[in-house]
Every structure is written in structure tokens, then in C-alpha cells.
């Protein structure tokens, strides 16, 4: 009996069109919100937010005498989701993590930076003592890591706190980077989990007391409203959005016959995303992000054909290489071990889901000693700055790699010409 086949998302130009008309509506309204709100936020000179710090970092400046001036600078997020930066004295306190009244000069501020994120001076008003879930669990975290620095990856890993500038570049001159910050391959790992934990206890329930209950779809919905709530503890990141509502979009299609592994699916999900949060055209996590699942499905639709364990073995090495561009035009940060992302990253599936077992067992620091020879490694690295035109040709190859595989063959050796090219500069 041959299989079903999978439906087509769009049937004609006319459908296609149509919801794009239709995206282009909510893009239109949310903008119009979103302009309210500004609109409300510049009303007058000075504005009072509640707000929580994200980073706390000092910088020094010259001043006209040639003197050396330090202050720091802080990154904060309103309780609305806005994020900006602000300056404060050497001598603030280290307020990371903290919940805080601040008092913003935001009148000169305009529309497009409100949107892509902005810098105003500002005055402290009212630090909050109070300790939030996240400050807790931040605590307990802490309490069970000698060093601070995985404390800081962990907190990074579970609530996506920001890491120290220095943990960023080793973990850039990794090349992993992405497996810090909270996005879909976390979103993946930990539904895959809380499947299996779901499904026996579920199927046992569901074959005494409602054996007419489908086990995939209440699990699906059980397991999406943990991760929605997950999603909103953590401020909603926007790599972790956009896998959110590729999930949501992937099961909804799933269920009524269309093709998952689709161009559609991933465009659909993203102008979805875009016109409910205009916010994100200006985030780069939420692209980089776009740009991983595009490269998984190009693979996936052009080798589809392949044995599956030719496929698990070789997609690593495939993205790896497709996305390494952006890591160096982002980043610049390039080491012998660079590579070794690849290892990592498959590791890094039994690693997240274990590593959060042995925190709520109150062992969180069983995998600390190996984790410290890792960031060893990432100490050094060559600076190789790639400039932004070598990602201009690839999205272009990208593109037409659609429609050709002979430009498939050619974005392939692109990119493997720019890793041979990074070897050779770090050998």
C-alpha cells in the first residue's frame, strides 16, 4: 500500500498571496499598537519603569582632559518586554538579575530605535529587595557550583541569563555559542523528554478511564502549555518564540495531513511570528535561528532520498558548515577547536536534559571538572573578522539552492573553501 501523500500548504498563488495579505493586516496592527505604546512611553520628559537588569559591565572612556573616566553600563527589560541600555557610576552595586525602579529620559527617542532597542540616561529610583522564582532558583543554582563560572553557564542554560563577556568569547572561540543560549534545539531536547515521561503514565490513564482520547495530541498540548509557561518565566527570548510557534504551526499541519518538512512551514511560522512581535525584525537571535532551520530542511529536502543514518551523520557536519559564516561575521572568533562544535552539539543532547536531573537531585556540579577543561580549550582563539558580504553571497546561494542543486553543490564548497581558509589561518 503505498503512503498517504502530504498535503501542499498552499494550493494556488491565490491562496499564498492571501495570507500574506492576511499577515500584512496583523503586521499592520500590532505595529499600530506598538506605536501607542511609544507614543505613551515619550508622552512626557521623563518616564518611571519597573525593570530587570540583564547585564551589568564597566567600560572606560578618555575624557577632554585625556583622563580616564569608568562607568558601567546596564542592560535592562520593562515588565512590557522593552529592552534598553543605560549608563550608571563606577560605583552601583552589582544590581545583575535585580528588579529595579528606574526613572528614563526617553523624549528624543524615536520611533525605529524604540522598536530595534535604545540608549537614554537614566537615574535609579528604587532598587527591589524582594527575591523573584528566578532569583531563588539563581540562588540554588550557586549553591551547588564552587565555580562561578559553570554557576554562569548553567544560569544561562535554565534561565537565560546573560553570560560575562569573557564566557562569551569562549564559548564563541568554541564554536557553541548556540547551545548556550536557550533557542529551538533546547525546545526539541526537552519536549522529547517530557514525551517520554508523559506517555506511559498517559496511556496507562488513558486505556482505564478514556481509551476514545487521542495520546498524542493531549500529550502535545500538555507538553506545549509546560513550554508556553516556560517561555514566559523566561521573558520569551526570541529564538525560543520562534521554535514555540514552529511548534504549534508543525503540529497543527501535522494533524490535518500537511507536509512538515517544508519551505512553507518555516516562511508561515515566520511572517506569523514577525506580525504578532514587529519587534523581532531587529533581533538577531530570531534570525540565526530562522537561518538553522533553514539550512536543516534545505538538507532534509534535497537528500531526502538518503539512508536515515547517512542523513544523523552527516546534517551536523552540514550545518556546522552552513552557518559558520555567520558565527564569523557576528563573532569573529575562530579556534583550533572551532570544529569540535559538531562533537558538542550532539553530546549536548544527553548532556541538557541529565544536567537538569542531577540540579534537582542537588548535584548540579557532577559534570563541572569536565566542563572546566572545555572552557580551557575556548581561551584561545585567532580574531578573524569575515566581512559581511561572504554571508550576502551565501543567503544568495541559499536562496537558489532552492530551485538547483547544482547551486546545492556550489554554496557547499563555498562554505567549505571559507572553513579551509579558517584552518589554514589557526593551524
Known amino acids: 500500500m503505498n503512503s498517504i501523500e502530504k498535503l501542499s500548504l498552499f494550493k494556488t498563488k491565490r491562496e499564498f498571496f492571501s495570507f500574506l495579505l492576511f499577515c500584512f493586516i496583523i503586521f499592520l496592527f500590532s505595529l499600530s499598537y506598538q506605536f501607542y505604546k511609544y507614543k505613551e512611553f515619550t508622552k512626557f520628559d521623563s518616564q518611571l519603569v519597573d525593570a530587570a537588569v540583564l547585564k551589568q559591565y564597566t567600560k572606560t572612556k578618555l575624557t577632554k582632559h585625556a583622563e580616564k573616566k569608568e562607568y558601567q553600563i546596564l542592560k535592562l527589560r520593562t515588565d512590557e518586554g522593552l529592552t534598553f541600555y543605560t549608563t550608571a557610576g563606577k560605583k552601583l552595586p552589582n544590581l545583575k538579575n535585580k528588579k529595579v525602579q528606574i526613572e528614563l ?5 524615536s520611533f525605529y530605535k524604540y522598536l530595534q532597542g535604545f540608549f537614554t540616561f537614566s537615574k535609579i529610583r528604587k532598587i527591589y529587595k524582594e527575591n523573584s522564582l528566578k532569583q531563588r532558583i539563581s540562588a540554588l543554582i550557586d ?29 564563541s572561540n568554541l564554536g557553541i555559542s548556540h547551545l548556550i543560549a536557550i533557542s529551538g ?31 498524542k495530541k493531549d500529550t502535545f498540548v500538555i507538553i506545549s502549555f509546560i513550554l508556553f509557561l516556560y517561555m514566559i518565566f523566561l521573558n520569551s527570548p526570541p529564538s525560543l518564540l520562534r521554535a514555540f510557534g514552529m511548534l504549534l ?20 511560522t515566520a511572517l506569523l511570528i514577525l506580525s504578532l512581535f514587529p519587534m523581532l525584525i531587529f533581533s538577531v537571535g530570531f534570525w540565526l535561528s530562522i537561518a538553522g532551520v533553514f539550512y536543516i530542511f534545505l538538507f532534509l529536502l534535497h537528500f ?40 558538542w552539539t550532539s553530546l549536548f543532547t544527553l548532556f541538557y536534559p541529565l544536567s537538569i536531573a542531577a540540579h534537582l537531585l542537588g548535584h548540579g556540579d557532577i559534570f563541572d571538572g569536565y566542563l572546566m577543561h572545555l572552557m580551557a580549550l575556548g581561551k584561545h582563539a585567532e580574531h578573524i573578522s569575515l566581512h559581511k558580504g561572504w554571508v550576502i553571497v551565501e543567503i544568495i546561494l541559499s536562496l ?28
Open 105 to 109: 529620559w526617553a523624549g528624543d527617542i
Open 143 to 171: 549553591s551547588q557550583h564552587a565555580e562561578q563560572k559553570t554557576a554562569s553557564l548553567y544560569k544561562a542554560l535554565f534561565l537565560a541569563i546573560p553570560l560575562k563577556k569573557s564566557l562569551q568569547t569562549t564559548f
Open 185 to 215: 534545539f533546547h525546545l526539541g531536547v526537552l519536549s522529547a523528554v517530557l514525551f517520554l515521561l508523559l506517555k506511559y503514565p498517559y496511556k496507562f490513564l488513558q486505556n482505564r478511564y478514556f481509551p476514545y482520547r487521542s495520546y
Open 249 to 268: 504551526v508543525g503540529f497543527y499541519l501535522y494533524t490535518r495531513g500537511y507536509e512538515i518538512i517544508s519551505m512553507q512551514t518555516l516562511l508561515v
Open 304 to 343: 531526502q532520498q538518503k539512508n536515515k543514518i547517512w542523513q544523523f551523520i552527516v546534517l551536523p557536519f552540514w550545518v556546522y558548515l552552513m552557518m559558520l559564516p555567520y558565527s564569523l561575521v557576528l563573532f569573529g572568533n575562530f579556534g583550533i577547536y572551532h570544529p569540535f562544535s559538531i562533537l
Open 400 to 427: 537558489l539552492s532552492l530551485y538547483k542543486q547544482v547551486f546545492l553543490k556550489l554554496l557547499s564548497l563555498y562554505c567549505l573553501f571559507i572553513f579551509i581558509y579558517l584552518i589554514y589561518n589557526v593551524a
